[in-house]
């Protein structure tokens, strides 16, 4: 079992920044994949970001340039610059972890809201 705790969602107009946290009850290093994805109000959840077991990252077309994804040994981090109001959703930690059997667990959510 892995549990996350999102924190660091708030308000903050449009051109500004946020940096969101998440809290690993296991050392992320050990995991698949740990990142962060987000779903808007009658939208789909999205990827947003995320960190591949040896360290390379991927990211979504609309955070390429303005965010970026980070982890020390039980926290993974993302910084958002730039936000637009399109950026506006909750925001969930999400991590795998297994080889031959994978595991999925997410946060509860942090709401990001961006005016404009």
């Known amino acids: 079992q892995v549990q996350l705790v999102e924190s660091g969602g708030g308000s903050v107009r449009a051109g500004g920044s946020l940096r969101l946290s998440c809290a690993a009850s296991r050392v992320t290093f050990s995991m698949k994949t740990i990142g962060w994805y987000r779903q808007a109000p009658g939208k789909q959840r999205e990827l947003v970001a995320n960190?591949?077991?040896?360290?390379r990252t991927d990211y979504a077309d609309s955070a390429k340039g303005r965010f970026a994804i980070f982890r020390d040994s039980t926290n993974v981090y993302l910084q958002m610059d730039s936000l637009k109001p399109e950026d506006t959703a909750v925001y969930y930690c999400?991590?795998?972890?297994?080889?031959?059997?994978?595991?999925?667990?997410w946060g509860q959510g942090t709401q990001v809201t961006v005016s404009s």
């Open positions: 999400n991590a795998v972890t297994g080889v031959t059997e994978l595991r999925q667990y």
């Open positions: 960190i591949i077991n040896g360290g």
